[in-house]
C-alpha cells in the first residue's frame, strides 16, 4: 500500500471554490445546469486539471467524462471512481463535486506517494446527476448501465422543449446514444466519494461513513380531478374540491410509509399545483407528485399498492376522479462486501472512525451497480444541509474522504485484491 499518502488539502480546497465560480448563480449559492454554458466552463477547466495530472481523457455522446490513470495491467477491468458537477439551481458547492475533485486528489495523491496501480484507476463525471434539466436524474449513469438509449435523444425535453438530441449536440456531444453504454466486465468496481447530505456522521461524530446500500425511489404523478365554483356560491354538502381530496391523498402517502415501521422507508409529495389557483375559487383539479424510497424495493412496492387503495377510497369517498401515472420504480441497489470490507480497512489504517450505514438519497453509483459491483464513502455535512447555498463540509472532513477513497482505489487496483 501507499506510503506516505498525503491529501493535498490545500490545493483540493482551492479547486472546489474555482469549480463554485463557474455558476449562473451568486454566490454563496451555486447553479450549474447540465450543457449550459457554466456546467460547459467547469467542464473544460476540469479536463485541463485531469490532463496536468497525466490522465488520459475521453468524452462519451451524452457528455460523461473520463480520465484514466494506466496501471500496469491495462488490460484489465479498471476501478472507477467519481460523481457530478451539476447543481440545481441555488444550491451549494459540495454536493457531487467532492466526489469529482476528492477522486483527483486521490489519485494525486497515489502518484506522489509512487505508488503504481495494477488495474487502471478511471474517474469519471457524469452528466446530469440532478433531475433539473430533463426531469429525470442520473441521465449518464443511466446510460452506462443501459437502463436509457438513443430513444432518450428525442424523449427527453427541457422546460423550454428542447431535446436531449439539440443540447448535446449544441454542447459538442455527438455519436449514437446506444454506444454509450458500457461493455460487461468494464469495471471490477466502482466507488463513490459523497457528501452524506444528512445529519447522522455529525450527529454521531463519525468521520467518515461507509455506505452498505443504496435506496431508490419510486415517483408518480398524482392527478385529481375535481369540481369547480364559486367558493360562496356551491355550498359545503355539495362541493368536490380536488385540493381538500389532495389533502387526505398527501397524508395518507405518510401514512402509509410511517405505517412499514422502518426508517428507511421514505415518502414524500414535493410537488403540488392547484388550479385555477384563485382565493374565491373551490379547486377544480391538483396536480402533484410523490417520491417514494426504501432500501428495500418489496416493502416499497407495498407501499405503493397500498397509496394505490388509499387512492380509491378518496375518490370515492369524495366524489372525484384519481388518476395515478408511474413516472419510474427504480431498484435499490447493495454495495459490494468486498469494496465494503477495502473501504473499512482503508479508514481503519487512516485511523479514522466510521460508521455503515445506507444511502437514502440516490446517486450515479445506484445505477453502476447494475454493471460493476459499487460502494460509497461519506463525509458529514453541516446540519445534514443539502442542496442549499450553506451546505458545507469542513476541510479536515473534505480531507478525511479523499484519504479513504485514495486507500480504497489503491487496494482495488492490486490484483490480490
Known sequence: MPMPLHIERDRLLSDI???????????????????????????????????????????????????RWLGTRPELAAI???????????????????GVLGGLEAIRALQQSGFQPQRSIELLLFTAEEPTRFGLGCLGSRMLGGSLNS????????????????????????????????????????VELHIEQGPLLEREKSAVGIVTSIAAPAALRISVEGEGGHAGGVLMPDRKD??????????AIEQRALATGSVDTCATVGKCHVYPGAVNSIPSRVEMEADIRDTDEERRNQVLREIGEACQRVAAKRNVQVKITPINADAPAACSPHIVEAMVQAADESGLGYKKMVSRAYHDSLFMARIAPVGMVFIPCRGGVSHRPDEYSA?????????????????LSLLES
Open 17 to 67: 471554490e474555482k469549480l463554485a465560480s463557474f455558476s449562473d448563480d451568486d454566490p454563496p449559492g451555486t447553479s450549474r445546469l447540465v450543457f449550459a454554458g457554466a456546467d460547459q466552463n467547469a467542464r473544460a477547466w476540469l479536463k485541463s486539471l485531469w490532463r496536468d495530472a497525466g490522465l488520459a481523457v475521453r468524452e462519451d455522446a451524452v457528455g460523461n467524462m473520463f480520465a
Open 242 to 251: 380536488a385540493f381538500c381530496a389532495a389533502a387526505e391523498i398527501v397524508l
Open 151 to 190: 430513444a432518450a435523444d428525442a424523449n427527453l425535453k427541457d422546460s423550454e422543449g428542447r431535446t436531449l438530441a439539440e443540447l448535446r449536440a449544441a454542447a459538442g456531444f455527438h455519436g449514437s446514444l446506444d454506444e454509450v453504454r458500457l461493455p460487461d466486465g468494464y469495471y471490477a468496481g466502482f
Open 80 to 98: 472507477g471512481t467519481g460523481s457530478h458537477i451539476d447543481a440545481i439551481p441555488h444550491s451549494g458547492k459540495f454536493d457531487g463535486t467532492v
Open 395 to 411: 476541510p479536515q472532513e473534505i480531507e478525511d474522504g479523499a484519504k479513504v477513497l485514495a486507500c480504497t482505489l489503491a487496494k
